[in-house]
Structures are given as structure tokens and as C-alpha cells.
């Protein structure tokens, strides 16, 4: 198992920044790929930004050019930096973690949540 905890969030002024952290700890070896997804109330959860163990990103269309994801293997921590931000990116970002392991010679992908960060952008 892998716990996740997110950090960052807040109340920020269109057009300002946030950088969002999650922690991982447990057995974070087994990470394959770590996302950043948001949620607003009566819609489905979206992928913003995911990161995969080598390294390579991608994003949503909606926040390509603004956001960025980045990850420190030192510290098992993803960072997710908001520039430019807008009213529309409102909602309670999650950090997910896929884990990998085995069970019974089969490849096994766990998908593990964090508890969520609140993003609030006024315009």
C-alpha cells in the first residue's frame, strides 16, 4: 500500500499561481505513475497532469502551457505548479498513485488516492 497526502491548495486571485505537493510514503517503489486529477461538485473526476517512473508527462489540453508537473525521487513527492490560474480551474485536486505488484504470477495495478486539496481561484 501507498498513503498519499496533497498539500498546496488555497484561494488565489485569477491569474496567480499554486504549487500542489503529494507525499508519498509506504511502498513507494512500486509506483509506475503518479497523476493530479480534479473534481467539481456533479462531474466527473479529470486527469489534469500525470507523471510515469521515467519521467515522461503529459496534460490535459486545458491546462497545457500552465501547469506543470515535476517529481523529487528523494523525497517520494510530486509537485504540481498551477501558473496563470483561472476561475474554471475551481475544484478539489486529488493525488493518484499507481502501484504495481504480483499476485499469483499475474501483474496487478492498484490505484491509490489522497484525500484531496481544495483550489479555489476567484475571479
Known amino acids: 500500500q501507498v498513503q498519499l497526502v496533497e498539500s498546496g491548495g488555497g484561494l488565489v486571485q485569477a491569474g496567480g499561481s499554486l504549487r500542489l505537493s503529494c507525499a508519498a510514503s509506504?511502498?513507494?517503489?512500486?509506483?509506475?505513475?503518479v497523476g493530479w486529477y480534479r473534481q467539481v461538485p456533479g462531474k466527473q473526476r479529470e486527469l489534469v497532469a500525470a507523471i510515469n517512473s521515467g519521467g515522461s508527462a503529459n496534460y490535459a489540453d486545458s491546462v497545457k502551457g500552465r501547469f506543470t508537473i515535476s517529481r523529487d525521487n528523494a523525497k517520494n513527492t510530486v509537485y504540481l505548479q498551477m501558473n496563470s490560474l483561472k476561475p474554471e480551474d475551481t475544484a478539489v485536486y486529488y493525488c493518484?498513485?499507481?502501484?504495481?505488484?504480483?499476485?499469483?504470477?499475474?501483474?496487478?495495478?492498484?490505484?491509490?488516492w489522497g484525500q484531496g486539496t481544495q483550489v479555489t481561484v476567484s475571479s
Open positions: 509506504g511502498r513507494t517503489f512500486s509506483i509506475t505513475a
Open positions: 493518484n498513485a499507481v502501484v504495481r505488484r504480483y499476485y499469483l504470477g499475474s501483474t496487478v495495478n492498484d490505484q491509490n
